[in-house]
Structure formats: structure tokens, C-alpha cells
């Protein structure tokens, strides 16, 4: 007996994707394998690495604890949409490449999106704050330094484009 499946329509990035997705499809593997949009990672699919992190309706959720018929015809915003409209890096991944906040990269999509919804929240982190607003996503890579520092410098960066 063929699995149930169910019509969603995701607004992601901007573009409409109309899916037919069972059930119990995950939202990460929607955008990944209904969307064609890899930038979300998978980590631990217990919702506990934060690499799957994208922004739902503006706020940071984890796509791999979300089935994807629970965000029909909600705006769904991925690694992958957080550039400029012009196409230019937006002020939080310039900052990566500025304090060199990467080394592999896999959590960095998640990173990328979580400071995006933080820096809409406190504009202005403190280093302690830049801290917490990372809290929940890990890196094995990096030791975090770079990563604050990124917020940090993304806060400015966007204080300059105004």
C-alpha cells in the first residue's frame, strides 16, 4: 500500500514550491529533496545541532522537527535566500568571511540563519549576548570565538548599510 500523500504549498525564498509529501516528510528533507535547496544541513535530526535551523515566518526554527505539512503557505527563508536582493552577501555572512567564522562549514547555514533572527531581535549584541544568541547551535570546528566575533561585526555591518 503506497504511503498517503499530502499537497503543500511552501513559499521558500520568495518562490512558490507546490510539494506532494507524505505525511510524516520532515521540512529539512522537503527543502532538500522536494526543493532542491541543500544549503539546510542535517546534523543530528534531534533537533539539538542547530545546522538545520531556517527562518520560519522570520523566527529560527529547526527543520528537521518539523513535519512540512505543518508550514503549508508559511514563508520559509533558508541559507540560500539570506543574500541581498542585488545578490551581494548580506551584512551577517560578509561578517564570516571578514573574522574568518567558518572552517568546514556545515553549521554554518544554521549559524548564518540563527544570528540573521538575532540581529533582527538585539541589533546591538553585547559579547555576551552575541554568545547566548549562538547558544543553540554547536560547531566542532571553530572554538566559537570567531563565530562571536562575526556577530559582532555583522552588528556593524549592518548599522553601516543602514
Known sequence: MAEELHDVRLRVNGATHDVSVPARRLLSDALRHDCGLTGTHVGCEHG???ACTVLLDGRPVRSCLMLAVTVDDAEVTTVE????ADDS????QQAFADTHGLQCGFCTPGFLTTITAGLEENSDPTEDEARDMVA????????????????LRAAELRRERG
Open 136 to 151: 543553540g547551535n554547536l560547531c566542532r570546528c571553530t572554538g566559537y570565538q570567531n563565530i562571536v566575533r562575526a556577530v
Open 81 to 84: 535566500g539570506l543574500t541581498e
Open 89 to 92: 552577501l548580506s551584512p551577517v
Open 48 to 50: 539539538v545541532c542547530g
